[in-house]
């Protein structure tokens, strides 16, 4: 189990990634700051939660982050500079 957090300074983001192992299609990306005593018991790897769960989830992180974001990249993107690249992106 990853640590909730890593230091009490600075303020830090979870980020996460999805899309990359398609042949076709856009790159997700998503970060999120949650409050440090942020708790939810069906909260895990999103890819170990059914997608009921992961609706359920999103709705309750969305409204008790202290902020999140999502980034894209098409296609048509990640075929001139490189999924990598694309990835990275979809991050920033």
Known sequence: MLKS???VVLV???????GRGCYAGPVFAAAVILPMDFYHPLLNDSKQVAENIRDELRIFIEQE??????GVVDNNEIDRINILKASFKAMH
């Not at 830090?12 to 999805?18: P, V």
């Not at 982050?65 to 999502?70: G, L, P």
Request: proline residues 0%; contains cysteine; aromatic residues 18%.
């Open 65 to 70: 982050a202290i902020d999140y974001a999502v």
């Open 12 to 18: 830090e983001a979870g980020c996460d990634e999805a």
């Open 5 to 7: 957090f890593y230091q």
